[in-house]
C-alpha cells in the first residue's frame, strides 16, 4: 500500500505554461532578442529557470550563451511577479488530491521551479492544508533527474521509496522517480507527450487525474 505521493508541478498539478511564456519573453525583450515560440517554450521547460534561459537564449539567437547572466537577473525579477500570471489547476486535480488526502496519503511537491516561486503557486492554487511537504529547486538540494529531492521529501515524511508514487509529466520526472526507487507515473496533459514518455522510459502512464485513483 502506497503511503505517500510526490507531484511535479508544472504540468503536472498546475498549467504554468503562460507565466512562463510571458516571463521568458518579457526578458528577451528587455534584453533585445525575439520571442519564442509557445511550442518552443513547452519543449524548453522541465529542467529548471537556468536551462530553460539557455535553451531561449540559444533559440533568440545567443548561441554562445553571452547573456545568459543577465537574463538570469531579470528573469528572476520578472517571473518572481508573474509566476501565476494565467496559472490554473488542471481539471480534476483539486478533486484527486482532497481524494488522496482523505485515503490517508501523505502529498508532496517537487519542482524544478524556484522555491520562492514553488511555494508561492502551491499557496495560491492549493492553500497550506493539502501538502505536507513542498519543494522547489534551491542550492542544498540537486534538481531533479537527481532523486535527491524525492529522498529528501520521504525522509521528512517518514516514508520509504517504494512506499511511494512519484507522478509528473516530463521525460526529467521519469528518470527522477525511476532513480528515487518510487513507483513512477507519467500524466499525459502537461508538456510532453505519450510517446515523448514512452521514450523516456515511462512504464505507467494516465491520461486524466481521475485514473490515478486505481493505485490508492
Not at 22 to 28: D, Q
Not at 131 to 138: D, E, I, K, P
Amino acid at each position: 500500500m502506497y503511503k505517500a505521493c510526490i507531484f511535479d508541478l508544472d504540468g503536472t498539478l498546475t498549467d504554468t505554461l503562460e507565466s512562463l511564456i510571458y516571463s521568458v519573453n518579457a526578458t528577451l525583450k528587455e534584453l533585445k532578442l525575439p520571442c519564442i515560440t509557445a511550442d518552443q517554450c513547452r519543449q524548453f521547460v522541465g529542467n529548471g529557470a537556468k536551462v530553460l534561459l539557455e535553451k531561449a537564449l540559444e533559440a533568440a539567437g545567443d548561441v554562445k550563451l553571452t547573456k545568459i547572466e543577465e537574463a538570469e537577473e531579470v528573469y528572476k525579477r520578472i517571473f518572481g511577479i508573474n509566476c501565476t500570471y494565467k496559472v490554473k489547476p488542471y481539471e480534476g486535480i483539486p478533486e484527486l488530491l482532497a481524494y488522496m488526502k482523505e485515503a490517508g496519503l501523505k502529498l508532496a511537491v517537487l519542482s524544478n521551479k524556484p522555491h520562492g516561486q514553488t511555494i508561492k503557486v502551491v499557496r495560491t492554487f492549493f492553500g497550506e492544508e493539502i501538502f505536507s511537504h513542498v519543494q522547489g529547486q534551491c542550492d542544498k538540494i540537486k534538481r531533479k533527474p537527481d532523486p535527491a529531492g524525492v529522498l529528501y521529501i520521504l525522509e521528512q515524511l517518514e516514508v520509504l521509496p517504494e512506499e511511494c508514487l512519484y507522478v509528473g509529466d516530463s521525460e526529467v520526472d521519469i528518470l527522477t522517480g525511476e532513480a528515487a526507487g518510487a513507483k513512477t507515473i507519467g500524466v499525459t496533459w502537461g508538456f510532453r507527450t505519450r510517446e515523448m514518455l514512452g521514450r523516456a522510459g515511462a512504464k505507467d502512464m494516465v491520461d486524466c487525474p481521475e485514473e490515478l485513483k486505481k493505485w490508492i
